[in-house]
């Protein structure tokens, strides 16, 4: 019993949960942002987070799958499945398969194709052309990437009203700002581990200097990306607000981070930048419904 539960854990490792559920959050934003007045349909809603969250399982089994060779090298991925034994790649990509073949079938049968499409497209842009093609090759890997990871909220809101609109590109656009300061914070502190690895990331190809600027710039980016759904009128003076707050706060950061570095500053970055990313969202969406 106890190896059975170790290998189901092992494939539950494979899906990076962490990373999978700001994914769903995202998306889970998008369905009720994309409703007017009222809510989405709980059927809708139950439907397209089981089939976007399966399908973002596969991807990420799949990227564990590619990198299994670099995971080992690595001290923060050395312990993932693949390197430690614990699966094999064919069990894996049996795995990929199946889990994001029944995402795909759920999201077609019970939302509607254009989001399983979208959801097919995103799968691809991370699993084949981010994993395969940039994070390899170049260290503008996570902006140009950074498309496939800002679609969660895209394909919410295509689940519910059956189309993108200017709004949802909105979210996206948020999304695909907050990437590179994101990613870059972490990349920092983990720029040996990725130089052991033999992957251009911006620290490694350009330096801590370089790298920290791009931080600090590309958040100064987001801020004023931030407050475009404000000027666009598709939220109110509380997101305002909130945007505002939570953008001082992160530039703050990205401006002590370049100024004056240490690990342990651009760790507690990288983790503010997900706790960021998460209130930004929850703002948008409090605002939604005091609007209503």
Known sequence: MHAASARVHAF?????????????????????????DGLPAPAIVLAATVGIACVAGAAAAMNCLIEAHIDARMSRTRGRPLPRGELTPRETLAFAAVLGGSGLLILHQLVNPLTMWLTLATFV?????????LKPHTPQ??????????????????????EVSADALLLFLIIFAWTPPH?????????ADYARAGLPM??????????????????????GVTLLPFATRMSGVAYLVAAVLLGGCFLGRAWRLYADY??????????????YLFLLFAALLADHYLRY
Do not use: Q
């Open 12 to 36: 539950y490792v494979l899906t990076k949960p962490r990373v999978n559920s700001l994914i769903v959050f995202c998306a889970i934003i998008g369905m009720f942002l994309a409703v007017p």
């Open 202 to 223: 911006l620290p490694v190809t350009h330096g801590s200097e370089f790298t920290r600027l791009s931080v600090l710039l590309y958040t100064c980016i987001l801020f």
């Open 125 to 133: 842009g991370y699993a084949v052309v981010y994993t395969i093609f």
């Open 183 to 191: 990613f870059w914070s972490l990349a920092l502190y983990r720029s």
């Open 262 to 275: 240490s690990d342990t500053r651009a760790r507690r970055t990288f983790r503010f930048s997900i706790l």
């Open 141 to 162: 890997n996570i902006v140009i990437g950074g498309a496939s990871g800002a679609m969660p909220p895209v394909l919410g809101w295509a689940a519910v009203t059956g």
